[in-house]
């Protein structure tokens, strides 16, 4: 479960539990059940201690894996202290564990939740053996539904970072993976390159053939540079007919060698009808303090340079072409 998808819900969750509450609170105040009264206000305020919390920028898991035994616990009192008729509470506890914690995490605390709300009605033991049997249930369900959506969240995630085209990581993949390599230029002190490749004249590729052609010849090229690749290195549609890679344990001239490889390997792709395609490339290392955007523009002039030099080529980043150029 990602940070912000929890944050959501273990937020929601405890605002919705903290205006649930709040009537059933003054509700048994007003009959002077004053345990149950208690209990549900002090379930409130620690539910608005992690609202605010959350708000300041705290950790949303911590604070849910709180929020859930909170509520769990509570409900297992509730039981205890009205018998059968609190047994209600328990139901939506358990239903809203699956949704605001980790999946085993979520199923651990029901188990717990299960076998000590049983217990709390052990007294009446035909009405035990039903909650416990339908407690089960509703967890068994609960996992197995919470580990589908699991799943086809993630594969959600991961379709988001692909080029549906040619199936290497898109624009926003390649926004995710430069902080990170960043970090790690920063942490560690690895040596970090980006390589901005071009199609060179695409337009005419689309203009004398067509657009199908065009994204084929694309496909061909995005899985010539994909085999190219050492292991460490991964690649990006930036757009359009512009491919970036991003190099990890690559110098300069490290990267310069492998878009040198790259770009000689093109010359030679043949599709179809399409023959002499070329790249041009601009490669720039990453150095300490750089932002992603001072990092691509980097690359980027190095890339209009090799263009302006007659296309075909590799340029790499200099600061004297920086300042030609700007």
């Known amino acids: 479960m990602d940070n912000g998808f929890q944050f959501k819900l273990t937020y929601l969750a405890g605002i919705i539990v903290v205006l649930f509450l709040l009537p059933f609170a003054v509700y048994h105040g007003y009959l002077g ?21 959350m ?19 509570g409900s297992i009192f509730v039981v205890h202290t009205l018998g059968a008729p609190g047994t209600y509470w328990i139901y939506p506890a358990i239903i809203s564990n699956y949704y605001i914690l980790p999946r ?27 909650l416990f049997a339908t407690l089960s249930i509703i967890t068994a369900f609960g996992y197995v539904f919470s580990r589908l959506v699991s799943k086809q969240r993630d594969e959600l995630a991961r379709l988001s970072l692909i080029d549906p085209l040619t199936l290497v990581g898109n624009r926003r993949a390649l926004d995710e993976q430069l902080p990170k390599a960043i970090e790690l230029k920063s942490r560690h002190g690895w040596r970090v390159s980006a390589i901005m490749l071009d ?62 490889d790259i770009r000689w390997n093109i010359t030679r792709l043949a599709v179809g009808k399409v023959e002499g395609v070329t790249v041009s490339a ?21 890339l209009y340079e090799a263009k302006k030099s007659g296309r075909n080529r590799v340029c790499g980043y200099s600061l004297k072409l920086g300042m030609e150029i700007s």
């Open 55 to 73: 708000r300041r920028g705290g950790s949303s898991e911590w604070a849910a894996h709180v929020v859930s035994a909170t509520y769990t616990l």
């Open 282 to 302: 601009g490669v720039a290392e990453l150095q300490l303090n750089e932002s992603p955007d001072e990092w691509i523009h980097k690359t980027d002039l190095a």
């Open 199 to 260: 199609v060179d004249h695409f337009k005419e590729v689309n203009d004398e053939h067509d657009h199908h052609t065009g994204d084929v010849v694309l496909k061909a090229i995005a899985d010539l540079i994909r085999k190219r690749l050492r292991k460490t290195d991964s690649l990006y549609r930036y757009g359009g007919e512009e491919f970036v890679v991003v190099a990890l344990h690559a110098s300069q001239e490290d990267a310069e060698h492998i878009a040198e």
């Open 104 to 130: 085993t995490s979520a199923l651990a605390i029901n188990v717990l939740a299960i076998i000590f709300g049983s217990a709390a009605i052990s007294h009446q033991p035909e009405f035990a053996v039903r």
């Open 33 to 53: 059940n004053w345990p149950i009264a208690i209990l549900i206000c002090l379930i409130i305020a620690t539910e608005t201690v992690f609202i605010l919390h």
